[in-house]
């Protein structure tokens, strides 16, 4: 499995250096606002994916005295024995360089599918109140690592979905010149729409069954699945007849896409729905309700993965103890546990965790002013 055994950090925001050796499991780092716990879940989130959970703006998670910083990890590769060397450094003003084991690495896809991680955050709480985009990527977050065909097949559908709205907004249009891209645009978004069903429902029970174990109150909790496309559901159709439905669908709405300038219905508007009852669930949740709800759909989504690859993906978790109850952050630690999943979870007070019935084996780091220090000893 893939996890992390040490982590270099060089000018990474306020941290001006550092270099920890890391729990396969459990890692917390504590310490006040403002100190350094999140920079440094986002340096390994940034390590993971070439982006960080904060910012597009890469430039700025360079120190502010220094003109280029370092991420750079040894890890042990869930398809290889041997420990393996990965680096990010990024120079002002947009400069960056990825290397694997020396090498050059040129496509962010590979550390993805190399170092899968999961990043709960601050703006994680847009799950269930935020534009759907937020929603759509957690779910392809999952397609993308269990279904082999679908990043082609959603690289594909965004060119073709380019290359559509561009002729919208053109002044003259004849129908022969978007039918050609309406046909292109429909075979991929077959394809993304049959990879998107096959996980959903499995994801859909993993949620159901984490809710009714750890918060009965949330037991009623339904999730849904818009495609995008109106009107349609996926069921056994035969994918032409699919096909033909997809096509009909963009037909009948070309003149309002024509008028807008843009393809306003397809598998980029699919989106996940939460109800509590007939009500949408984020108008009834509490604030530790809506987290406990946010912290089971990451779980469920590492149970989907792990039932494919026989492995859990790191899971980055942002001030986790915030707005939890003992009860229930000792549910989630029992599962992360339970996932054997390597973890690093901030947190502003320590002893949030002291009174937990489950201490699982960590390691603890204490964050002041961008400076990381081991508090605890345990067996390598």
């Not at 982006?51 to 290889?80: G, P």
């Not at 559901?233 to 033909?244: K, L, P, S, T």
Request: aromatic residues 10%; glycine residues 4%; proline residues 3%.
């Amino acid at each position: 499995m893939a996890k992390l055994k040490t982590l270099k950090l060089v000018d990474f925001r306020n941290v001006r250096h550092c270099d920890l050796v890391l729990h396969p499991q459990f890692n917390f780092f504590y310490g006040l606002n403002g100190a350094g716990k999140t920079s440094l879940l986002e340096a390994v989130f940034l390590l993971c994916n070439n982006r960080s959970f904060r910012s597009h703006k890469l430039n700025y998670t360079i120190h502010s005295e220094a003109h280029e910083n370092l991420v750079f990890a040894l890890f042990e590769s869930f398809s290889e024995s041997h420990i393996n060397r990965l680096g990010v450094s990024r120079r002002k003003p947009s400069a960056c360089e990825l290397k694997l084991n020396g090498q050059a690495v040129k496509n962010s896809s590979v550390l993805a599918r190399l170092l899968p991680s999961l990043a709960l955050q601050p703006s994680s709480f847009d799950l269930l109140l935020g534009p759907p985009s937020q929603r759509r990527s957690l779910l392809d977050w999952l397609v993308f690592h269990v279904k082999p065909s679908f990043h082609e097949a959603w690289k594909a559908y965004q060119r073709c979905l380019k290359q559509r709205n561009m002729l919208l907004r053109r002044d003259k249009l004849r129908d022969s010149e978007l039918d050609q891209w309406d046909l292109l645009l429909v075979e991929q978004a077959v394809l993304l729409e049959a990879c998107r069903a096959e996980v959903a429902t499995d994801f859909a029970n993993k949620l159901s069954s984490l809710l009714i174990d750890g918060a009965p109150a949330l037991a009623d909790l339904s999730m849904s699945f818009r495609s995008g496309w109106p009107d349609f559901i996926w069921a056994d159709q035969d994918r032409g007849e699919v096909q033909h439905m997809l096509l009909e669908s963009l037909k009948q709405q070309r003149d309002r896409d024509r008028r807008q300038g843009f393809t306003a219905s397809g598998s980029h508007k699919f989106d996940l729905k939460f109800k509590l009852g007939k009500q949408a669930a984020a108008e009834l949740l509490s604030r530790g309700q809506a987290k406990t709800l946010i912290v089971c759909l990451y779980l469920a989504l590492g149970l989907c993965f792990k039932d494919v690859h026989s492995f859990s993906p790191l899971y980055l978790l942002d001030d986790l103890a915030s707005e939890l109850d003992g009860k229930h952050l000792d549910f989630l630690l029992a599962h992360l546990e339970q996932q054997a999943a390597q973890c690093f979870i901030s947190t502003v007070h320590k002893e949030s965790y002291d009174s937990l019935k489950l201490i699982p084996e960590s390691r603890w780091f204490h964050v002041k002013h961008g400076t990381i220090t081991a508090e605890e000893k345990f067996d390598e």
